[in-house]
């Protein structure tokens, strides 16, 4: 039974490592990518707004509070989520269109061996990771809730924030 | 040369393989006693050195993207320290017998390769990367080495006695198939793709990818702590 499960992984291997081969070599990289939705330039102020916008939940608050509309409230965080989620989405095609810059180096040059690369290869797995975290949150809770877990409930969090507020404090007396 | 230098461990793991079958063949004619020890002393460290030249093979598949030049290495390196603790260890340790232990080991490695190949293979996808020629022969013919060895390990482990036989021929014939694909996969020079089979989309200066990263993190990092 045992070897059977070991031959069953072993063609499973085989299928996978030729089929993604043949794709590999055959297929345009770039038709899956076109298929993406790219974010127009993370340093263009427009997109940034956009995100601003998205992620603002005032204008909810208003239609639910002030002006009595819950259902159309709940419509527009329906809504501000599915934004949300292509926003996010469009920001992580955009990061892996960066990410597969080459870089040109003739092909008798030896590889640089760049210090910076294990930096670069962090901030790509860093950026992954968040990105991936705050698309569950969006998906489970919605464009509204806190993205980063807060720490506020945790006494020691809470008074160690009151000392360093009343350091501030006793320091600005007495400088002046 | 050309090739020779652009994959030095990879040459250095077949030169290993012809020495190495050359010393069992005088081992075993001239000192026949000492071969069971000489011949799982060389094989024990041919499973080591197959991992030095997946860091090679891990190494020029992302090699021209400097963002994830390290991707393949820390892949390779984290899969090999984190399977090799928890599943190739406990087969030394445990193992009722030398015999047991040894194959264990065998198959295990075979295993732990074999996931390795499917992390960068998926990461290459995951990227949309276009393996050259040279690479792609070498992670074909890797892998038929590998999923012939996992049926012959895991076959010998449950029927020792009745596979013992066909292990000795099968061995030899995976390895021969292997050396077959990378033969014909290297044998000519395939330089790494040019900008031409590049996206148009990332052509963009290499020297400022570190920038961009930094600023992707700051934006998401701002919008987190909101």
Redesign the interface.
């Known amino acids: 039974m ?2 059977l ?3 069953a ?3 499973a ?2 299928i ?3 089929g ?2 043949r ?3 055959l297929d345009d ?2 038709e ?2 076109t298929e993406k939705s ?1 974010a127009a330039s ?2 263009n102020g427009r997109w ?1 707004d956009l ?1 601003e916008r998205i ?1 603002d939940p005032s204008d909810v608050r208003w239609l639910a509070e002030e002006l009595a509309f819950p259902k159309l409230a709940k419509i527009l965080i329906t809504e501000r989520r599915r934004l949300a989620i292509r926003w996010l989405k469009a ?1 992580q095609a ?12 003739p ?1 008798d040059a030896v ?1 640089p061996a ?1 210090t ?6 962090w ?2 797995v ?2 992954k990771l ?2 991936s ?2 698309l569950l949150v969006v998906r489970l809770f919605g464009p509204y809730h806190r ?2 877990p807060s720490i506020a409930w945790i006494p020691f969090s809470r008074e160690s924030e009151y000392s360093l507020r009343r350091e501030a404090l006793a320091h600005s007396r007495s400088s002046r | 040369m050309h090739i020779i230098g652009r994959f030095p461990l990879f040459y250095s793991y077949i030169g290993y393989g012809l020495c190495g079958s050359i010393v069992m063949y005088l081992i075993y004619w001239f000192r026949h006693g000492s071969y069971p020890y000489a011949f799982w002393l060389y094989f024990l460290l041919s499973i080591v050195v197959e991992f030095a030249v997946l860091v090679e093979i891990s190494d020029h598949l992302f ?9 393949g290495r ?1 892949l390779t390196i984290s899969i090999s320290f984190g399977l090799g603790v928890v599943y190739i260890l406990p087969t030394i340790l445990y193992s009722s017998g030398r015999h047991n232990a040894l194959l264990g080991f065998a ?1 295990r490695a075979s ?1 732990t390769k ?1 996931a390795i ?2 992390a960068l ?2 990461a ?2 995951h ?5 050259e ?1 040279n690479v ?1 022969g070498l ?2 013919g890797f ?2 080495y ?3 060895n ?2 012959n390990f ?2 010998e ?3 020792s006695h009745l596979y013992a036989r066909i292990l000795w021929v099968m061995s030899p014939i995976a390895y021969t198939l292997c050396l077959t694909v990378w033969l014909i996969a290297l044998w000519d020079f395939v ?2 793709p ?2 031409s089979t ?5 052509r ?1 200066d ?1 020297e400022a ?2 920038f ?6 700051n ?3 701002k ?4």
């Open positions: 045992m070897t499960i070991y031959a992984i072993a063609i291997f085989l996978l490592v030729i993604f081969l794709k590999a070599l990289p770039d899956a990518l790219y993370v340093g940034l995100s992620f920001l955009s990061f892996d269109e960066v990410v597969r810059t080459p870089e040109i180096i092909n590889m760049s910076g690369s294990w930096q670069m290869l901030l790509t860093r950026f968040l990105v975290y705050a993205l980063m | 090699e021209p993207f400097p963002a994830i030049r390290q991707l820390a198959l295993l074999a190949i499917g293979l998926l290459a996808r990227y949309g990367l276009r393996l020629k792609a992670i074909l892998s038929i590998l999923g012939v996992i049926v895991s076959a482990q449950i029927f330089p790494v040019g900008t590049m996206s148009p989309v990332s963009r290499s990818v570190p961009e990263l930094a600023r992707f993190n934006e998401l990092s919008l987190l702590n909101k």
